[in-house]
């Protein structure tokens, strides 16, 4: 209970520094919106008419009380551009972003950790070359390179033409399906390079430990080794990294993803919040993410005791 | 090999499981578009950008606009395909009686109009559209509450309007010159003759709202449109909009002879075959914005969209010959294309408010000043600029009043836009200009690859008339808003903007260089004439005549005259849709208005 108590007031004092430092730069330092809200010949009383409004012209301090006030009281406002609630921003587009970055998310960290271990398995061998090769190449293949041949291949009369080229019409499970397939591939290849290097170098780092020397000795099959002992004691750096993903996955989501696959998640809100300084929308993103880290990291902790007791 | 299937097993699941999905899904589901009804028409439409608002009162952008127009009511509305375009009466009866001093106008407006149904209004039902919601829509663009972006249309130009505004902007308070005179009746009383108030009701920012809506849904009302347009909407977000038939529109059979038909250059594209119809034609609009050229190509070739906006990099697949623009042989089977010279153009002005570059207290100085600007708009190459940023499609063309307005001068002296290196050097030496005391020129451009390159080729240019390239700098902004709150603050020495006209009337441009709309107004280049001041405020009340031209053509002459800016470029659009469509779409005046015309069934689609 302490230990949690403790986690929580680290929590509070992460989540203030964060919402300063991104207040300082995305709000002090952003965008100023005024010049794209008021029309055109706007007189230099409209201009200030419209700073006033946004709130431009208050103080440093004042502005950043207004802005924790409002963050830690839920008062999320309305989108200075659309209008819209935050809050209904949000519940609109947080379950998209999920839908659509869950499948490649929990693929690509799966396909990342059996290929990692199957390369730490072969440390040095052909096998081991390969995967490490071709993670290397998938790590230096453009994103957007990935997404429009993917587009191509896979959704055009130039290619296959299985699958809608982009948009989200999703009504049940197979129009679900077809939409989120493209999209999943893109984000596995992306992100399967990446993953894949990093579980190799753990599993390789901990199958050099004694205790794996030590359980080969009593005679344990390769297989066993690598999923009872290797896999199981490099849980930690694992659940570490699977973790503070989730509120990238969450609520940030993947502007690129949405942008060329025409999905209306929150992170193609969140980038047009950012280039246009939309504060109210700009402030919910970033401080609910600050939130989530904070509530993962605690979550994190706990769980490293559950799979480490040595943890204190 | 039994160590290798341990490996192989490893991996397997999770590309079994993605094999699996694939294969479940792997075929194009039924969009949702596909209505129950066998004669259900959809028409779906990409748009190259998202509007954030579909408040009448933020319709500042083509994208807004596009939408209002057919959520709303607009008292006027361009014909489909008059070209030139002539306005014609949408929600108003007829064309406004106007008085003989050109100060009151009154309007009446069409019997039997209907909102939508909303639970805004009582029991739902959608009330009869009055005279007083047309004073409503345009008070509310002068009150602050609002954020509205279209005041600057009738600022100081309606008797009381701004007044209104002054005494707290108060609805229940009566302007003097806004009115209804009866539920149908409208008069608008001016302060001085404005002959382009019929084309300001063309806009979406006059378009018409209910007051009860308005106040029902509050801010929202911009992701909750109530209007009478054809179009009612169904759903909104940052990937598109899907509109739904407006089946209160009134029932108005369409004209090819009020529409403005041209048999000899827009026949073959099915229109015929809409005559005496009832538009809107398509049950159902899917608007998709899709900003990623690739996507929006994609999306075309794999038939998601009817119609696209080429963008320029696929310029070369699609086109056959650049002049004229034809189709492909092998897309023209599928598609149909028109190429839309812009209702605009692309300039690049000189900060006159910056004693380096433009007037200095000192004439000799001012001098001195002007023969640097008149030197680099030599310099300038825009066969070069058009080729390798317009795919040499663009129309080139010296000042400002555009090629596809009334008032362009086909005949006038294209010297000002031929490049003359010579000149520009004989130029810079005879006024003292030399490598060591060129002053160093700022040039500023919102972060993007297209800018950067137009850049380094505006600095190329230069270096070679002897500029150092170490004096030509770049000032680079994060985003748009930033770029703007920097020249409209005169911070930038040279400002590169693109120009959309509002309405089909040069004076829609000349007010970009007239001197007390410098900025934070339109007028970027900080221009003051006092001779070009004068002409256009003479002009201004004027109607349309040979005499009002010829005024036009000699404020465009002192433009050129005075180098203010290095302009200007009108770029062609390629437009592309499926041949089955019975359409002629258009990113111009007619805009969003086309959509209540396209058919999606009616063309039959054989190739030509």
């Keep these: ?312 | 090999m039994s160590r290798l299937w341990t490996h192989t097993r490893i991996a397997w699941p999770p590309v079994a499981l993605l094999a699996l999905v694939m294969a479940v899904a792997g075929c194009k589901p039924e969009r949702s578009s596909e209505g129950p009804e066998p004669a259900y028409r959809v028409y779906r439409h990409a748009m190259d950008g998202a509007p954030s608002s579909l408040d009448p009162t933020h319709a500042s952008n083509l994208y807004a606009n596009f939408l209002a127009v057919n959520l709303f009511d607009t008292l006027y509305r361009y014909k489909y395909l008059a070209r030139p375009y002539r306005l014609e009466a949408n929600l108003a009866d007829g064309l406004p009686q106007v008085s003989a001093d050109g100060l009151i106008y009154t309007i009446r407006t069409k019997p039997g109009v209907h909102f939508i149904d909303d639970p805004a209004f009582p029991e739902g039902k959608g009330r009869a559209v009055r005279a007083e919601d047309f004073v409503f829509s345009i008070k509310r663009h002068f009150d602050p509450a609002t954020r509205a972006q279209g005041a600057w249309l009738w600022q100081g130009r309606i008797v009381g309007l701004d007044e209104w505004k002054e005494n707290g902007a108060d609805y229940d308070e009566e302007v003097p010159g806004l009115r209804a005179v009866d539920d149908r009746t409208i008069q608008i009383q001016l302060i001085s003759p404005f002959p382009q108030l019929t084309h300001t009701l063309a806009q979406g920012f006059a378009a018409v709202v209910p007051r009860e809506a308005v106040q029902s849904y509050g801010q929202e009302f911009a992701v909750h449109p109530v209007g009478s347009g054809p179009y009612r909407l169904l759903s909104f977000n940052s990937a598109g909009a899907v509109l739904e038939r407006n089946p209160r529109f009134r029932q108005e059979p369409f004209s090819l002879e009020a529409e403005g038909f041209d048999p000899d250059s827009q026949g073959g594209l099915g229109l015929e075959e809409l005559a005496d119809r009832v538009p809107p034609f398509a049950d159902r609009i899917e608007v998709e914005f899709i900003a990623e050229d690739a996507a929006r190509w994609n999306a075309f070739i794999a038939g998601e969209v009817d119609f696209i906006k080429v963008p320029v990099s696929q310029f070369d697949r699609v086109l056959a010959s650049r002049d004229p623009p034809t189709l492909s042989p092998d897309l023209a089977e599928r598609f149909r294309l028109n190429a839309n010279l812009e209702s605009g153009f692309v300039h690049t002005d000189f900060n006159m408010d910056d004693r380096q570059i433009g007037y200095h207290p000192d004439p000799d100085q001012q001098i001195r000043n002007r023969a640097l600007r008149c030197a680099i708009i030599k310099a300038f190459d825009w066969p070069r600029r058009n080729e390798v940023f317009y795919y040499g499609i663009g129309e080139v063309f010296p000042g400002i009043i555009p090629p596809m307005t009334l008032e362009f001068d086909a005949d006038q002296d294209r010297a000002p836009v031929l490049r003359d290196l010579e000149g520009a050097r004989d130029l810079m030496s005879s006024h003292g200009w030399h490598a060591g005391n060129l002053p160093v020129l700022e040039y500023g451009f919102p972060s993007s690859v297209t800018e950067r390159q137009m850049f380094e080729q505006f600095r190329s240019f230069m270096a070679d008339i002897g500029y150092p390239q170490e004096k030509i700098r770049p000032l680079t902004y994060a985003t748009y808003g930033d770029y703007a709150r920097a020249y409209l603050n005169r911070e930038v020495m040279l400002t590169t903007t693109g120009w959309t006209m509002d309405y089909p009337d040069a004076e829609n441009t000349m007010q970009l260089f007239f001197g007390p709309n410098a900025a934070p107004g339109t007028n970027t280049a900080n221009y003051n004439n006092e001779e070009f001041n004068r002409l256009y405020r003479a002009s201004a009340t004027m109607q349309a005549s040979p005499m009002r031209t010829a005024m036009y053509r000699n404020m465009n002459r002192m433009v050129v005259d005075d180098c203010v800016t290095i302009s200007g470029i009108s770029r062609t659009l390629i437009l592309l849709w499926r041949r089955e469509l019975a359409m002629l779409p258009d990113r111009s005046f007619v805009g969003g208005f086309f959509l209540r015309f396209a058919d999606p069934e009616s063309a039959g689609g054989e190739a030509e």
């Design chain 1, 1 to 312: 209970m302490l230990y949690a108590l403790r986690k929580a007031v680290y929590g509070l004092l992460l989540i203030l520094g964060v919402t300063f430092i991104s207040f300082v730069l995305m709000v002090w330092f952003g965008p100023d919106q005024t010049y794209t809200l008021v029309g055109k010949n706007a007189s230099a009383e409209q201009i200030a008419e419209v700073r006033h409004q946004l709130g431009y012209d208050q103080p440093f301090m004042q502005r950043y009380l207004d802005y924790v006030t409002d963050l830690f009281t839920l008062r999320l406002g309305s989108s200075n551009a659309s209008g819209e609630q935050v809050s209904r921003i949000l519940a609109r587009t947080v379950p998209v972003s999920l839908a659509l970055m869950l499948p490649g998310f929990v693929l690509g960290n799966l396909l990342g950790i059996a290929l990692g271990l199957a390369a730490a398995r072969r440390r040095g061998q052909w096998a081991d070359r390969l995967i490490s090769a071709l993670s290397v190449t998938g790590m230096s293949i453009s994103f957007l390179v990935i997404v429009i041949a993917l587009q191509v291949l896979l959704s055009t009369p130039y290619g296959l033409n299985l699958f809608p080229v982009r948009g989200w019409q999703v009504t049940d499970l197979p129009s679900y399906l077809s939409y989120v397939a493209v999209p999943t591939l893109s984000l596995v290849l992306v992100t399967l390079g990446y993953n894949t290097r990093f579980y190799r170098a753990i599993f390789v780092e901990e199958a050099a430990r004694d205790h794996i020397r030590t359980a080969r000795a009593f005679g344990a099959s390769p297989t066993v080794v690598m999923w009872k002992h290797v896999l199981k004691n490099s849980l930690v750096p694992i659940i570490t990294r699977v973790m503070f993903s989730i509120p990238l996955v969450v609520i940030s989501g993947s502007l690129l993803i949405e942008s060329y696959f025409g999905i209306p998640g929150v992170g193609k809100v969140a980038f047009d919040a950012i280039t246009s300084g939309d504060q109210p929308v700009l402030k919910a993103v970033v401080g609910l993410t600050a939130a989530a880290f904070v509530l993962i990291q605690i979550a994190t902790d706990l769980l490293y005791r559950l799979v480490d007791p040595r943890v204190a």
